[in-house]
C-alpha cells in the first residue's frame, strides 16, 4: 500500500492498544454477607428474597425465602426482626422493614396458594419429631425437603407449640398458623396430635433412623409469695394456653402481672381483652433492663397496661398485692427500700420464666442437662447417639425465629449423620459492611409502617393488631433494600469507567474487560453497595 | 434533573437500574452507546476528562441520531485519543491548532450549511487551556456572531498535558509547575480567574451551563437539551485529573462530587444570559473535604498550613451558594 510522504503505519482504532497491561489491581465482583442475612437466627437469605421481591417477582422471593424458612406469614407477625436491628439503611434514614415485606410475601403465598414441591426420590430413612412448634415444625419441612419420611408426635390437641399456646391470636391469627403449617403435611409430613412420647429411645427400636426433640419450654416458673386465699395465682403459660384452647380462666376485673419478658405483656395485653378493667404489670428492674422487646412495650402502654417498675410483689392478701419499691445498687441490681404499697387485684399472674419439662429424658443413657435444659453438641445432637434436640429445650435465645433457625441446622446435622458425613457450614462470606457503602447513590426514602388497629379498639378483641402491607407498599419498601455487598444491576461500573472495560452482559450482571481496564478503581468507589474489590495483580 | 423514578435503591442518581424500562435509561446505561471515546486510549488511570468526553459525545450522538462532526482543540484529550496511527473516536473527528477549535467549528458549521445539511450538528471541545486562554478570542468571536456550534470545555484547571502549568482556570492556592507553593501567597494567584461560563453568559447566547462528571444524568440532560437549540451554546464540565491534582485514581468521580456540594463548582444553567436553573446541594462539605485529599493544596493543611487561605476558599464557596441559591428547595 503507498503512503504518503514520512507516513510509515497504517491507520487504525486505538483498540490495538491494550492498555490492561498497565494494569496493577483489578476490579473483581463479590458477593459479601448482608448484615441482615447474617443476623437472622434462621439463616434467611435476606437480601436474596428482597432483590426478587423488587422486581415485582413475589412468588420467586417467597421461594428463594422459603428455602431457609418454611413460615414468612408467621415470622412477619413474630419475628422481633433482628435483620432490622442489624440493617445497613438505618445509617442513612431507617431500617428497611423487612418484617413487613416478609409478612406480605407470606400473606400473598397464602392468597395464591403456592405449595412446597417435596422432592419424588425418597430416601427410605424415618425421622421421629417430638413436639411441633417452631423448631420442629422447622426440622420437619428441611427434612421432608431432603426426601425423608417425617412423623411429628404432639401432646397437645393442635400444632403449633407456642406459637399456638404462648402467642395470643392478637399477634399470630389461628388460620395463619394453621394455613402454613398445613403446607408441611402436604408435603408428606404426619403429624400425630394428642401423642405424648414418653420414650424417645424406643421409637429408634421401633425403626425412627433419627429423633429430634422439640419439646420446648412449657412449664412456669414459681416463685414462693406469702398469699392468703382470696387471690388466683397463675402462671402466664397456662393463662396463654387455655385462651388458645378457648377455656380462658377468670381473671376478675384487676389483674396484676409478675415479671418484665414479652410473656409478662402477653398475659397483661390478654388480661384485657378477658375483661379485666386494670392490667398492672409489676417488674423488678427498670425499663432500659426489661427483657421485652420494645414494639411489644409500645403497643401493651398503648391499649392501657399499666407499668409498675423498680418494684416487686411482697405479699398477697384479700383482693390485694403489697408491692414493695426497688432501687438499683451500683452493679445495676434492685436492692428493698422498705416501702410498701397496696395494689388492687383479684388475680395474680406469674410470667418469671418458663422451664423445661425434662421428664422425657429421664433414664436416657448419655444425655445431659445443664441448667435446667438439654445439652447438645455444635450439631444439636445430645450425648446418646441419634437423638437430637433443639428450640427452647436446648441453651440459646428462646425466639421462634432461633427455634426455626434450630430445625433447620438439625435438620441438616441429620441429614449429614445419616449419610455418615459430619455436616459442614459453607464458608461465610466477609461482612458487607456501612463504610463500604457508597450511599451517595441511595435516594431518601423513609419506612413505611405497618397500620395499627386504634389501640383502645383492639384492646376488646383479640382481633389482629398490626395489619400488613399494601402491594406498592410492600414493593416499595423492599426497593429501599440497600442490596448491601451483592451486585443489584445499577450500571455504576459500566457507566463510571473511563475506559469502557466493564462488559455488561445479557443477564443483566457485569464483566471486567481485563485487555483494556487500567485499574483506576473508579467502578469499585463509586459502586453503591460495595460488591467490587481491587485485587492486586501478582507481579 | 433526574430519571423519572424516585425512591428505587438508587433510581435518582446511579447511571441506571435494573428494573427501569428502556426509555428510562441513561444513554451510559445502554449496552448499545455509541462510545464515542472507546477503549485502548492513552489517558491516564481514572481520567476525568476521557470519562467526561465520553458522556458528552454519546449523549449528543443519541440526540442527533449519530449525526454530529467533533472539532478538537490541542491538549490532553487531543493527545491521548488520536496518538498517530491510532483514533479512538468513533465519530468523524477533527484537529487543527491549539487556540482555533472554535473558529474551525464554526467553518464546518457553514460549510455543513452551504451544502443544506442542516441534520448533521457540529460540536467543538477543549481544555481549559485551549478554551479560557489560548482560544478565548476566537471563542468569543463564535459566541458574539451565534454560530450555530456547542462549544464543550473539559476542565481540569491547568495544562495537563504539557506538565501541569497554571491557566486562566487554575483555582487559587493551587499548587502547579508555574505557581509554585512557596513565598506569602503560595500557589496561584488568588483572583477570580477567568469564570467562562459567566463570560460565555455576558455574550447573551442561547444557552450556557455547567456540569460535572459526578452527576451523569445532569450532564446528559445538558448536552441533550443543548442539541436540540440552535446557535452558539456553551458547556463547562469540570473534569478531575489525578495526575495534576495529585489525587487518586478510584477518587475522581467523589472529587468532582465534592467540588459542586462544597459550592466550589456551582451547577447552573443559563438561556439568553439569565440563570434558569441550579441544581442544589444535596449534602453540603466543608472545602476542606475537598481540598484535603489533593496534594496540590497539600501546603494548606498540616503543622505549616494555611488556614487562613482555607477561609478565604471556604469564602468563595459560600458566595457561589449565596450568588446560586445552591442551598435552596430543589426545583
Excluded at chain 1, 437469605?45 to 417477582?57: F, I, K
Excluded at chain 1, 422447622?138 to 402467642?167: D, F, N, Q, T, W
Excluded at chain 1, 472495560?501 to 485499574?519: Q, S, T
Amino acid at each position: 500500500m503507498s503512503k504518503p510522504f514520512a507516513i510509515t503505519l497504517n491507520i487504525g482504532s486505538s483498540l490495538a492498544n491494550h492498555t490492561g497491561s498497565w494494569r496493577s489491581e483489578r476490579p473483581v465482583y463479590v458477593n459479601r454477607m448482608p448484615p441482615c442475612n447474617n443476623a437472622c437466627p434462621a439463616g434467611e437469605d435476606v437480601q436474596g428474597w428482597l432483590y426478587e421481591g423488587e422486581s415485582g417477582n413475589y412468588e420467586q422471593a417467597w421461594r428463594n425465602l422459603v428455602r431457609d424458612n418454611p413460615f414468612p406469614a408467621i415470622m412477619g407477625r413474630i419475628c422481633y426482626h433482628p435483620c432490622q436491628t442489624a440493617c445497613n439503611r438505618a445509617d442513612v434514614d431507617e431500617a428497611v422493614g423487612i418484617n413487613s415485606v416478609e409478612r406480605f410475601l407470606g400473606d400473598q403465598a397464602i392468597d395464591k396458594g403456592w405449595q412446597f414441591t417435596a422432592p419424588t426420590t425418597k430416601s427410605g430413612r424415618r425421622i421421629l419429631i417430638v413436639g411441633s412448634g417452631p423448631s420442629g415444625l422447622s426440622a420437619a419441612y428441611h427434612l421432608a425437603m431432603k426426601g425423608h419420611e417425617v412423623v411429628i408426635r404432639e401432646s397437645a390437641a393442635e400444632p403449633g407449640g407456642m406459637m399456638r399456646y404462648g402467642i395470643p391470636a392478637y399477634r399470630l391469627p389461628r388460620e395463619v398458623l394453621d394455613a402454613e403449617i398445613s403446607r408441611l403435611v402436604n408435603i408428606g409430613v404426619r403429624i400425630e396430635c394428642n401423642t405424648k412420647v414418653e420414650n424417645p429411645e424406643s421409637a429408634i427400636k421401633d425403626g425412627f433412623d433419627a429423633v429430634f426433640l422439640a419439646i420446648g419450654a412449657h412449664l412456669g416458673k414459681r416463685a414462693y409469695i406469702p398469699a392468703g386465699d382470696t387471690v388466683r395465682i397463675l402462671d402466664a403459660v397456662s393463662v396463654l394456653h387455655m385462651t388458645a384452647d378457648g377455656e380462658p380462666p377468670l381473671l376478675g376485673r384487676s389483674v396484676v402481672v409478675y415479671g418484665g419478658g414479652n410473656t409478662a405483656l402477653d398475659a397483661a395485653r390478654t388480661a384485657k381483652r378477658l375483661g379485666a378493667y386494670e392490667a398492672i404489670v409489676v417488674y423488678r428492674r427498670t425499663q432500659e433492663k426489661m427483657p421485652a422487646h420494645a414494639s411489644e412495650l409500645k403497643e401493651a402502654l398503648e391499649e392501657g397496661i399499666v407499668m409498675r417498675w423498680l418494684s416487686t410483689i411482697a405479699w398477697v392478701n384479700s383482693g390485694a398485692v403489697t408491692i414493695e419499691r426497688m432501687e438499683l445498687d451500683s452493679a445495676g441490681m434492685p436492692q428493698p427500700t422498705g416501702e410498701f404499697e397496696s395494689l388492687q387485684a383479684d388475680s395474680v399472674i406469674l410470667a418469671l420464666g418458663q422451664e423445661v419439662d425434662l421428664s422425657i429424658v429421664e433414664g436416657i443413657q448419655g444425655i445431659t442437662i445443664d441448667d435446667g435444659v438439654i445439652e447438645v453438641n455444635e450439631f444439636l445432637m445430645t450425648g446418646r447417639d441419634g437423638i437430637f434436640a433443639g428450640g427452647d429445650a436446648v441453651p440459646g435465645e428462646r425466639t421462634a425465629t432461633n427455634a426455626i433457625g434450630h430445625g433447620k441446622h438439625a435438620a441438616r446435622a441429620i441429614n449429614s449423620w445419616l449419610e455418615g458425613q459430619t455436616f459442614v457450614h459453607a464458608p461465610r462470606p466477609e461482612l458487607a459492611s456501612f463504610d463500604r457503602l457508597n450511599t451517595w447513590y441511595y435516594s431518601d426514602a423513609p419506612k413505611k409502617v405497618r397500620p395499627k388497629l386504634d389501640a383502645a379498639r383492639r384492646a376488646e378483641s383479640f382481633a389482629e393488631v398490626v395489619q400488613g402491607l399494601d402491594e406498592a407498599t410492600a414493593l416499595f419498601e423492599a426497593r429501599r433494600c440497600l442490596s448491601c455487598g451483592n451486585c443489584f444491576g445499577c450500571d455504576n461500573c459500566f457507566g463510571v469507567c473511563p475506559d469502557n472495560a466493564v462488559i455488561k452482559l445479557a443477564d443483566g450482571k457485569y464483566e471486567i474487560n481485563l485487555d483494556y481496564c487500567k485499574g483506576c478503581g473508579i467502578c469499585a468507589n463509586e459502586c453503591p453497595c460495595g460488591a467490587i474489590d481491587m485485587v492486586p495483580e501478582r507481579s | 434533573m433526574s430519571t423519572p423514578l424516585k425512591f428505587y435503591q438508587v433510581g435518582s442518581f446511579a447511571v441506571g437500574n435494573r428494573l427501569l424500562g428502556d426509555e428510562q435509561l441513561s444513554v451510559q446505561s445502554r449496552s448499545d452507546r455509541t462510545n464515542s471515546l472507546t477503549s485502548g486510549h492513552r489517558a491516564c488511570q481514572g481520567c476525568g476528562e476521557a470519562l467526561g468526553a465520553r458522556y458528552v459525545m454519546d449523549a449528543a450522538m443519541a440526540a442527533t441520531d449519530g449525526k454530529v462532526i467533533a472539532v478538537n482543540a490541542t491538549g490532553c484529550l487531543e493527545v491521548f485519543s488520536t496518538p498517530y496511527p491510532e483514533t479512538s473516536w468513533r465519530l468523524p473527528w477533527m484537529h487543527s491548532l491549539f487556540g482555533n477549535a472554535a473558529p474551525v467549528a464554526t467553518g464546518v458549521a457553514f460549510a455543513l450549511k452551504a451544502q443544506g445539511r442542516s441534520d448533521i450538528r457540529v460540536v467543538a471541545q477543549g481544555g481549559d487551556g485551549g478554551t479560557v486562554d489560548i482560544g478565548f478570542g476566537p471563542l468569543s468571536g463564535m459566541f458574539e456572531r451565534n454560530d450555530d456550534v456547542l462549544y464543550v470545555c473539559y476542565d481540569n484547571e491547568a495544562y495537563m498535558n504539557t506538565g501541569v502549568q497554571r491557566s486562566g482556570a487554575t483555582p487559587p492556592a493551587a499548587r502547579t509547575n508555574t505557581t509554585h507553593a512557596v513565598g506569602e501567597n503560595p500557589g496561584a494567584s488568588f483572583t477570580q480567574g477567568k469564570n467562562l461560563p459567566k463570560i460565555a453568559m455576558a455574550h447573551g447566547i442561547p444557552y450556557v451551563a455547567t456540569a460535572s462528571v459526578s452527576d451523569l444524568h445532569d450532564l446528559e440532560e445538558k448536552v441533550t437539551k443543548a442539541m436540540s437549540m440552535h446557535g452558539a451554546r456553551y458547556l463547562h464540565v469540570l473534569v478531575p485529573c489525578p495526575l495534576g491534582w495529585g489525587t487518586r485514581s478510584e477518587e475522581t468521580i467523589k472529587l468532582a462530587r465534592l467540588a459542586t456540594e462544597s459550592g466550589l463548582f456551582p451547577v447552573y444553567e443559563a438561556e439568553d444570559g439569565v440563570v434558569t436553573a441550579t441544581k442544589k446541594i444535596r449534602k453540603q462539605v466543608p472545602v476542606d473535604e475537598y481540598l484535603q485529599i489533593q496534594k496540590r493544596f497539600s501546603h494548606l493543611f498540616g503543622p505549616k498550613g494555611n488556614p487562613e487561605l482555607v477561609k478565604a476558599i471556604q469564602e468563595i464557596a459560600n458566595r457561589n451558594i449565596a450568588e446560586f441559591d445552591l442551598l435552596g428547595e430543589a426545583q
